[in-house]
Structure formats: C-alpha cells, structure tokens
C-alpha cells in the first residue's frame, strides 16, 4: 500500500522579496516501492523563469535554474544520491559518497518519470523514481529542496530545513524526513 507525507518546504533567509511563492511536496511511497515526489509552486509572478522544454533525457546544471530536487540517503551512512528535475523534462542524478564527495562510480539510474504542469498561479512538477533509483537499507533520509529563477538570474532557495550560512542543499542539516518499515517520520542525522 502506497504511504504519502505531506510538507512545506522554508524559504531561505536570502531570498529576494521579489520571491512571494511558497512551495510544498507530498511524497509518495508507492506500492512497488519507489518513490513519487509531487513539488507545488504557489503565487507565480510572470518574473518567474521556466526552462525551455527539451526531450526527457540527463543534463547538468540545472540547480542554475528552476529546478526541483530531493536527496536520498541510508540512515547510518555518509554517502547519497541528488536528483534534479526541470520542469524542460531533463533529469540529473549524482552519488556522493560523503558531503559533496562525488563517489568514484557513477550509480545505473533508470530515467525518473517527470510531468509538469503549469495554471495561472500554480506549477506542479510530479518526479517518479523506481525502486532501482533509492539506496539500498531499511531506513532512507531524505532532504527535499528547490530552485527558483526570476528575470535577471536572481535564484531563491526552499527546502525542508536549512543550515545556518548559504544555502546549502547537501548539509546534512537538511536531511530532516525519514522512510522506513513505519512510513514517513521526522529524522535527525546520521
């Protein structure tokens, strides 16, 4: 049976007032035991900045745009993995085997599923992970997070929790969500 969290995700200190969106995700376990991720970008302005659609395939950078993103890891462990999706349709998945230690073998991914809708005020980005995509342990830590641009470049920062300084997605500070054998609960580091 499918288990479902829902979350608002903070806004960071340095965000521009010109950023009057707020931005919540409701995670899903699904029943084959993969993991749907569906972000909701409230209040959008016409500064708001959507990439280009592409054809659904890997890409880099895309952190330097709108984009959505979650890391997975074990409990216990040091290492996980980032994934990035753009509402293009383009994907981005990385192994850390620490923070920010990019770990020496990249991990085979199946392609994420993403969908992406857009109404007047609202922009719904639904990512799917299959079970082959998640670490591998009874409990995963989870950090949810994403990256809005406005017309000029200006970025801003939302995620479930965020350290003290810059924004950084990677602190273990933000790892806050945990998914075991019980469901989806709050979770501490490591």
């Known amino acids: 049976m499918a288990q479902s969290v829902h979350v608002k995700l903070a806004g960071h200190p340095s965000n521009s007032a010109r950023f009057h969106q707020h931005v919540d995700a409701t995670l899903t376990h699904t029943a084959n035991g993969g993991l749907q991720i569906v972000y909701a970008i409230h209040g959008l302005n016409l500064d708001l900045r959507i990439p280009t659609p592409h054809a659904p395939a890997p890409a880099?950078?895309?952190?330097?745009?709108?984009?959505?993103?979650?890391?997975?890891?074990?409990?216990?462990?040091?290492?996980?993995?980032?994934?990035?999706?753009?509402?293009?349709?383009?994907?981005?998945?990385?192994?850390?085997?620490?923070?920010?230690?990019?770990?020496?073998?990249?991990?085979?991914?199946?392609?994420?599923?993403?969908?992406?809708?857009?109404?007047?005020?609202?922009?719904?980005?639904?990512?799917?992970?299959?079970?082959?995509?998640?670490?591998?342990?009874?409990?995963?830590?989870?950090?949810?997070?994403?990256i809005l641009e406005i017309e000029g470049g200006n970025l801003a920062y939302w995620a479930l929790a965020h350290p003290p300084g810059k924004p950084d997605f990677h602190h273990h500070a933000g790892f806050v969500l945990s998914l075991g054998a019980v469901g989806f609960r709050p979770t501490r580091w490591p």
């Open 60 to 146: 880099d950078a895309l952190w330097k745009a709108t984009c959505c993103e979650v890391f997975l890891g074990t409990v216990g462990q040091p290492g996980y993995r980032e994934f990035n999706f753009s509402p293009s349709g383009q994907w981005a998945t990385y192994e850390f085997s620490d923070t920010r230690q990019q770990a020496p073998h990249a991990f085979d991914c199946p392609a994420p599923k993403i969908d992406f809708e857009r109404s007047e005020d609202l922009l719904k980005l639904t990512a799917t992970l299959p079970k082959k995509a998640l670490p591998k342990g009874d409990t995963l830590r989870i950090a949810v997070s994403t």
